[in-house]
């Protein structure tokens, strides 16, 4: 089933989201699964959000390319799913 994944990124600054995406984007546009993604500031830090035809493919990728791209004194993101049941892309 489609997810909506939501990560809350605490302390990330726009300067730390672009490094990461300079990394990461390029290799999740063609990672299976995956659908959309969209970032933008937040109070206190930053806001992505993506979706994916399922959680698995998801953690799959975090675990893999997200995980071992993080600054060590980064806090961790709060995660979260949500079910989907249509989406329309132009």
Not at 1 to 8: A, D, F, K, N, R
Request: glycine share 6%; proline share 9%; net charge negative.
């Amino acid at each position: 089933m489609t997810v909506l994944m939501t990560s809350e990124m605490p302390g990330t600054t726009q300067e730390a989201y672009d490094h990461l995406a300079a990394a990461l984007l390029p290799i999740l546009q063609s990672t299976d699964g995956f659908i959309a993604h969209a970032a933008g500031p937040v109070d206190g830090g930053f806001r992505v959000t993506e979706l994916w035809e399922c959680e698995a493919a998801h953690d799959k990728w975090f675990t893999a390319h997200v995980v071992p791209t993080m600054p060590a004194d980064a806090l961790p993101p709060n995660v979260t799913f949500r079910p989907i049941v249509n989406v329309v892309i132009a």
